[in-house]
């Protein structure tokens, strides 16, 4: 079949991660995923039941809640729109999937600008998708014990009765198994065929439980990240079987970097006496995509660790596509907050944070990635109200991320006085000047003793985060910010051992 001559039919899961983080409940989640993955795979089947004949190699790809296809005739396409779309709703219950066609044209010489313009309607459609389905809901008699936004139907026994609708029991339905951590026990075997760290009943049984064995106690992380401007690479590419390499390749990428950190930091912990739990839980994996839940104290590792080595690991792929750009950058979120801080929220929050980490990517031309994160400490779930009351020096480029990480752990290992730190920290909310005072005269304490050590570790983390000294006075930069802040929010979350890197 001609890539150019040909129809291009294009789907996205509508709202995808809406319907995976509608609930608190990690099983519904996992079940969320679990099902969308596995409807990532079935939707070859469902355009097979349409062209039977349909070489498999039209299927321009089929992962992260979409898929493209080529087809022979506008028939054909309209036809596979609506088998899909019908399947889709069919086994979810509550998510749509939007598909679009595009005819056959000859404007465009590469095949990424053909899927360039294919992506572009589709996200037209979408939103105008987006405002039909807020419809208003009638009132129920009871409404699901999880989502709170659909009638409940059915009474799970094994839950102190608890009411559920019909989606919400799907979603838990495909919950007590996930496919990424199959994924991930598969990788971990292939590395060492006896490696017995990670079973498959460490998976957790709860965020609680994720909690249970972080630190500090009861805390988690929830980790998104995506790769930046990645439309801006796929529209380069020439052909169609450049495009499903490249595809293929970023994908496979993504999944190494993950399984990488996850093996690296998500050993299993001791949860009571008898058994063990992997302190990670991966939701979305596809595409240049990721969520995780971890333990908050491996939370930054693992996002950091994740950025760092897909910018590395792009190298190669582009080089491969005769692309001119040296390499793909990463932007992400980091949340940390208690397991039991509502998960719709921390995910609103992620994504907050994943744009603000954008911003700084595009500030410096995509060529490094950023990360940023914030503490949740209150129940409030406003990001700005959060963290407006003192000046900090987040997002952070990845090096300069991993330089706080370092400095944390040179200040636990030097023993520094966290009662010091805190007492500077609480100077930030008392304004410039108290701040300054703060920061000037625990320098002054320090330098007197005798062993110069913590003063100069102290100095220099001033100094590496840009205040000058020159008339300039810590905390501040010159632009009035601080990663003081930033180091001791951080603090409790990064844990003394672990190499620098
Ligand atoms: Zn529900």
């Keep these: 079949m001609n890539e150019l001559t040909s129809w291009i039919v294009s789907f996205d899961t509508d709202q995808i991660k809406n319907y995976i983080f509608s609930t608190n409940r990690l099983k519904e989640i996992r079940g969320a995923s679990s099902l969308l993955l596995k ?69 465009f010489e590469l095949f990424g600008q053909r899927m360039k313009q294919a992506g572009e309607q589709l996200r037209q459609a979408k939103e105008a998708k987006a405002e039909l389905t807020n419809l208003p809901v009638e009132p129920y008699l009871h409404l699901c014990h999880s989502c709170e936004k659909y009638p409940a139907v059915e009474i799970m026994a094994e839950r102190n009765n608890e009411l559920l609708c019909k989606s919400c029991a799907v979603k838990r339905s495909y919950g007590d198994r996930s496919e990424f951590y199959q994924e991930f026990l598969k990788y971990v075997k292939k590395q060492d065929k006896n490696n017995q760290i990670w079973k498959k009943e460490m998976l957790p049984k709860d965020l609680d439980t994720i909690g249970k064995v972080a630190y500090p106690p009861g805390y988690i992380g929830l980790i998104a990240l995506d790769g930046n401007h990645m439309g801006n690479f796929l529209n380069k590419l020439k052909k169609k079987e450049d495009y499903q390499e490249f595809s293929k390749r970023i994908n496979c990428l993504v999944m190494d970097q993950t399984f990488t ?47 760092e080595g897909f910018e590395e690991g792009s190298k190669p792929i582009l080089e491969g596509a005769d692309m001119l750009q040296e390499k793909i950058t990463m932007a992400g979120g980091v949340v940390l907050a208690h397991a039991k801080f509502p998960i719709p929220a921390m995910y609103k929050i992620s994504e907050e944070l994943q744009k603000s980490a954008k911003k700084i990517c595009a500030e410096n031309k995509y060529q490094t990635g950023a990360l940023d994160f914030v503490v949740v400490s209150s129940s409030d779930t406003d990001l700005e ?48 000047i108290n701040a300054q005072l703060a920061a000037i005269a625990t320098l002054g304490r320090l330098c007197q003793s005798q062993d110069q050590k913590k003063y100069k570790l102290l100095r220099n983390f001033f100094k590496d985060f840009d205040v000058a000294f020159n008339g300039q006075l810590p905390p501040w930069t010159e632009k009035k910010i601080t990663a003081l802040a930033d180091l001791v929010e951080l603090y409790p979350f990064i844990g003394k051992e672990g190499e620098e890197k």
């Design 385 to 432: 109200e959060m963290r407006s009351p003192i000046p900090h020096y987040r997002p952070y480029l990845c090096k300069n991320l991993r330089k706080l990480v370092n400095y944390i752990r040179r200040f636990k290992k030097e023993e520094f006085p966290t009662s010091q730190l805190q007492a500077m920290y609480q100077s930030l909310f008392a304004g410039k």
């Design 39 to 107: 409807l990532d795979r079935r939707r070859k089947k469902w355009i097979k039941n349409v062209v039977p004949g349909i070489n498999e190699d039209n299927i321009v790809y089929s992962a992260g809640g979409g898929t493209s296809v080529l087809l022979d005739n506008e028939d054909q396409a309209k036809k596979v729109i609506a088998e899909v779309s019908r399947n889709f709703l069919d086994k979810t219950v509550t998510a749509t999937i939007t598909g679009v066609l595009l005819p056959p044209t000859s404007i």
């Design 261 to 307: 950190a996850l093996k690296r930091y998500g050993q299993p912990r001791r949860l009571d006496t008898e058994s063990y739990v992997a302190p990670f839980e991966i939701v979305i994996m596809g595409g240049d995509d990721v969520f995780l839940i971890t333990a908050a104290d491996i939370a930054i590792e693992v996002a950091l660790s994740i950025a």
